[in-house]
Antibody, heavy 120, light 106 residues
Framework: EVQLVESGEGLVQPGSSMKLSCVAS????????MNWIRQAPKKGLEWIAL????????YYADSVKGRFTISRDNSKNTLYLEMNSLRSEDTAMYYC?????????????WGQGASVTVSS | DIQMTQSPASLSASLGETVTIECRAS??????LAWYQQKPGKSPQLLIY???SLHTGVPSRFSGSGSGTQYSLKINSLQSEDVASYFC????????FGGGTKLELK
Protein backbone atom coordinates (compact mmCIF):
# COMPACT_ATOMS: atom_id res chain seq x y z
CA GLU A 1 0.00 0.00 0.00
CA VAL A 2 1.34 3.42 -0.97
CA GLN A 3 1.91 5.66 2.04
CA LEU A 4 3.08 9.26 2.14
CA VAL A 5 3.65 10.86 5.52
CA GLU A 6 4.40 14.58 5.79
CA SER A 7 6.11 16.20 8.77
CA GLY A 8 7.53 19.56 9.79
CA GLU A 9 4.26 21.42 10.20
CA GLY A 10 3.88 24.39 12.48
CA LEU A 11 3.43 28.10 13.12
CA VAL A 12 6.09 30.52 11.89
CA GLN A 13 6.48 34.28 11.60
CA PRO A 14 6.39 36.13 8.28
CA GLY A 15 9.79 36.24 6.64
CA SER A 16 11.02 33.08 8.30
CA SER A 17 11.88 29.65 6.87
CA MET A 18 10.53 26.16 7.28
CA LYS A 19 11.23 22.72 5.84
CA LEU A 20 8.65 20.00 5.21
CA SER A 21 9.49 16.33 4.73
CA CYS A 22 7.49 13.52 3.18
CA VAL A 23 8.48 9.91 3.78
CA ALA A 24 7.26 7.45 1.17
CA SER A 25 6.64 3.71 1.42
CA UNK A 26 4.83 0.98 -0.47
CA UNK A 27 6.34 1.77 -3.88
CA UNK A 28 9.74 2.25 -5.52
CA UNK A 29 10.20 5.91 -4.66
CA UNK A 30 13.15 6.42 -7.01
CA UNK A 31 11.00 5.57 -10.04
CA UNK A 32 8.39 8.30 -9.64
CA UNK A 33 8.05 12.04 -9.88
CA MET A 34 6.80 13.78 -6.76
CA ASN A 35 4.79 16.93 -6.17
CA TRP A 36 3.84 19.40 -3.49
CA ILE A 37 0.31 20.83 -3.54
CA ARG A 38 -1.23 23.20 -1.02
CA GLN A 39 -4.73 24.12 0.04
CA ALA A 40 -5.45 27.33 1.93
CA PRO A 41 -8.20 27.09 4.57
CA LYS A 42 -11.61 26.56 2.92
CA LYS A 43 -10.01 27.13 -0.49
CA GLY A 44 -9.12 25.14 -3.56
CA LEU A 45 -5.97 23.26 -4.49
CA GLU A 46 -2.78 24.89 -5.76
CA TRP A 47 0.05 22.85 -7.26
CA ILE A 48 3.36 24.37 -6.22
CA ALA A 49 6.24 22.10 -7.23
CA LEU A 50 7.24 18.95 -9.13
CA UNK A 51 10.52 17.02 -9.10
CA UNK A 52 11.35 14.24 -11.52
CA UNK A 53 12.27 10.77 -10.27
CA UNK A 54 16.01 11.45 -10.60
CA UNK A 55 15.95 15.16 -9.61
CA UNK A 56 16.94 16.04 -13.20
CA UNK A 57 14.08 18.52 -13.54
CA UNK A 58 12.23 20.70 -11.07
CA TYR A 59 9.26 22.95 -11.75
CA TYR A 60 7.59 25.60 -9.61
CA ALA A 61 4.43 27.66 -9.58
CA ASP A 62 5.07 31.37 -10.04
CA SER A 63 3.68 32.04 -6.56
CA VAL A 64 6.63 30.22 -4.90
CA LYS A 65 9.40 30.41 -7.51
CA GLY A 66 12.61 31.76 -5.98
CA ARG A 67 11.35 31.21 -2.40
CA PHE A 68 10.62 27.46 -2.24
CA THR A 69 12.91 24.57 -3.18
CA ILE A 70 11.81 21.00 -3.83
CA SER A 71 14.33 18.21 -3.37
CA ARG A 72 14.48 14.50 -2.70
CA ASP A 73 16.77 11.85 -1.25
CA ASN A 74 16.04 8.57 -2.99
CA SER A 75 18.26 6.68 -0.52
CA LYS A 76 15.91 7.78 2.27
CA ASN A 77 12.62 7.62 0.28
CA THR A 78 12.06 11.20 1.31
CA LEU A 79 10.78 14.32 -0.43
CA TYR A 80 11.46 17.80 0.91
CA LEU A 81 10.09 21.31 0.54
CA GLU A 82 12.27 24.11 1.81
CA MET A 83 10.27 27.32 2.22
CA ASN A 84 11.94 30.72 2.65
CA SER A 85 10.64 34.27 3.00
CA LEU A 86 7.29 32.93 4.15
CA ARG A 87 4.22 35.16 3.79
CA SER A 88 0.78 35.06 5.35
CA GLU A 89 -0.63 33.89 2.01
CA ASP A 90 1.52 30.74 2.30
CA THR A 91 -0.70 29.58 5.16
CA ALA A 92 -2.17 26.27 3.99
CA MET A 93 -2.26 22.53 4.29
CA TYR A 94 0.67 21.17 2.31
CA TYR A 95 0.32 17.79 0.62
CA CYS A 96 3.01 15.69 -0.97
CA UNK A 97 1.76 13.57 -3.83
CA UNK A 98 3.16 10.86 -6.05
CA UNK A 99 3.01 11.26 -9.82
CA UNK A 100 1.25 8.65 -11.91
CA UNK A 101 3.83 6.72 -13.96
CA UNK A 102 4.45 8.53 -17.28
CA UNK A 103 2.16 11.39 -16.19
CA UNK A 104 4.25 13.77 -14.06
CA UNK A 105 1.39 16.21 -13.63
CA UNK A 106 -1.16 13.65 -12.42
CA UNK A 107 -1.15 12.92 -8.69
CA UNK A 108 -2.29 9.36 -7.91
CA UNK A 109 -1.47 9.17 -4.21
CA TRP A 110 -1.51 11.92 -1.58
CA GLY A 111 -0.26 12.26 1.97
CA GLN A 112 -2.46 13.33 4.85
CA GLY A 113 -1.06 16.86 4.76
CA ALA A 114 1.08 19.13 6.94
CA SER A 115 -0.37 22.38 8.26
CA VAL A 116 1.69 25.54 7.84
CA THR A 117 0.57 28.77 9.47
CA VAL A 118 2.43 32.00 8.80
CA SER A 119 1.45 34.65 11.31
CA SER A 120 3.00 37.16 13.67
CA ASP B 1 -1.13 29.97 -16.72
CA ILE B 2 -4.07 27.95 -17.98
CA GLN B 3 -7.21 28.89 -16.03
CA MET B 4 -9.70 26.16 -15.13
CA THR B 5 -13.33 27.15 -14.52
CA GLN B 6 -15.57 24.61 -12.84
CA SER B 7 -19.35 24.63 -12.60
CA PRO B 8 -21.44 24.50 -10.61
CA ALA B 9 -19.65 25.56 -7.42
CA SER B 10 -22.12 23.54 -5.39
CA LEU B 11 -24.65 20.89 -6.20
CA SER B 12 -27.39 19.08 -4.32
CA ALA B 13 -28.63 15.73 -5.64
CA SER B 14 -30.64 12.70 -4.50
CA LEU B 15 -29.40 9.15 -4.03
CA GLY B 16 -29.53 7.25 -7.33
CA GLU B 17 -29.48 10.44 -9.39
CA THR B 18 -26.98 11.15 -12.20
CA VAL B 19 -24.76 14.17 -11.61
CA THR B 20 -22.60 16.08 -14.09
CA ILE B 21 -19.83 18.55 -13.26
CA GLU B 22 -18.33 20.75 -15.96
CA CYS B 23 -14.83 22.12 -16.37
CA ARG B 24 -13.65 24.66 -18.94
CA ALA B 25 -10.03 25.44 -19.73
CA SER B 26 -8.86 28.86 -20.91
CA UNK B 27 -7.13 27.17 -23.87
CA UNK B 28 -6.97 23.75 -25.52
CA UNK B 29 -5.46 21.24 -23.07
CA UNK B 30 -5.54 18.26 -25.46
CA UNK B 31 -7.20 15.88 -22.97
CA UNK B 32 -4.60 16.61 -20.29
CA LEU B 33 -7.32 16.64 -17.67
CA ALA B 34 -7.72 14.85 -14.35
CA TRP B 35 -10.54 14.72 -11.79
CA TYR B 36 -10.07 14.35 -8.03
CA GLN B 37 -12.46 13.66 -5.18
CA GLN B 38 -11.86 15.16 -1.74
CA LYS B 39 -14.02 14.02 1.16
CA PRO B 40 -14.35 16.32 4.20
CA GLY B 41 -11.18 16.34 6.28
CA LYS B 42 -9.35 14.02 3.88
CA SER B 43 -6.76 14.43 1.15
CA PRO B 44 -7.77 14.33 -2.52
CA GLN B 45 -7.95 11.08 -4.47
CA LEU B 46 -7.49 10.63 -8.21
CA LEU B 47 -10.59 9.51 -10.08
CA ILE B 48 -9.85 10.06 -13.77
CA TYR B 49 -6.92 11.13 -15.96
CA UNK B 50 -6.51 11.67 -19.69
CA UNK B 51 -10.02 13.12 -19.55
CA UNK B 52 -11.68 9.69 -19.63
CA SER B 53 -9.34 7.04 -18.14
CA LEU B 54 -10.65 5.61 -14.89
CA HIS B 55 -7.94 5.30 -12.23
CA THR B 56 -7.41 1.88 -10.66
CA GLY B 57 -10.01 1.00 -8.06
CA VAL B 58 -12.41 3.83 -8.91
CA PRO B 59 -16.05 2.66 -9.23
CA SER B 60 -17.38 2.48 -12.79
CA ARG B 61 -20.23 4.87 -11.97
CA PHE B 62 -17.65 7.63 -12.41
CA SER B 63 -16.83 8.65 -15.98
CA GLY B 64 -15.12 11.51 -17.73
CA SER B 65 -15.51 12.98 -21.18
CA GLY B 66 -14.67 16.01 -23.25
CA SER B 67 -12.03 17.48 -25.50
CA GLY B 68 -10.40 20.77 -26.38
CA THR B 69 -11.41 23.22 -23.67
CA GLN B 70 -14.60 21.55 -22.37
CA TYR B 71 -14.67 18.53 -20.05
CA SER B 72 -17.13 16.87 -17.72
CA LEU B 73 -17.31 14.37 -14.89
CA LYS B 74 -20.43 12.23 -14.62
CA ILE B 75 -21.49 10.24 -11.58
CA ASN B 76 -24.18 7.67 -12.30
CA SER B 77 -26.48 6.39 -9.58
CA LEU B 78 -25.23 8.70 -6.82
CA GLN B 79 -24.24 6.96 -3.58
CA SER B 80 -23.97 8.46 -0.09
CA GLU B 81 -20.18 7.94 -0.14
CA ASP B 82 -19.94 10.26 -3.15
CA VAL B 83 -20.62 13.30 -0.96
CA ALA B 84 -17.40 15.26 -1.44
CA SER B 85 -15.78 18.12 -3.28
CA TYR B 86 -14.60 17.45 -6.82
CA PHE B 87 -11.75 19.23 -8.57
CA CYS B 88 -10.66 19.20 -12.18
CA UNK B 89 -6.97 19.75 -12.97
CA UNK B 90 -5.13 20.31 -16.23
CA UNK B 91 -1.63 18.96 -16.72
CA UNK B 92 -1.06 19.96 -20.32
CA UNK B 93 1.01 22.80 -18.89
CA UNK B 94 2.08 23.53 -15.29
CA UNK B 95 -0.76 21.95 -13.31
CA UNK B 96 -3.71 24.13 -12.36
CA PHE B 97 -6.92 23.19 -10.61
CA GLY B 98 -10.50 24.27 -10.98
CA GLY B 99 -12.20 25.96 -8.05
CA GLY B 100 -14.06 22.82 -7.02
CA THR B 101 -17.64 21.59 -6.85
CA LYS B 102 -19.16 20.69 -3.49
CA LEU B 103 -21.62 17.83 -3.87
CA GLU B 104 -24.23 17.31 -1.17
CA LEU B 105 -27.23 15.02 -0.77
CA LYS B 106 -30.67 16.49 -1.20
Amino acid sequence: EVQLVESGEGLVQPGSSMKLSCVASGFTFSNYGMNWIRQAPKKGLEWIALIYYDSSSKYYADSVKGRFTISRDNSKNTLYLEMNSLRSEDTAMYYCAKSLLNYPGVMDAWGQGASVTVSS
Amino acid sequence: DIQMTQSPASLSASLGETVTIECRASEDIYNGLAWYQQKPGKSPQLLIYNANSLHTGVPSRFSGSGSGTQYSLKINSLQSEDVASYFCQQYYNYPTFGGGTKLELK
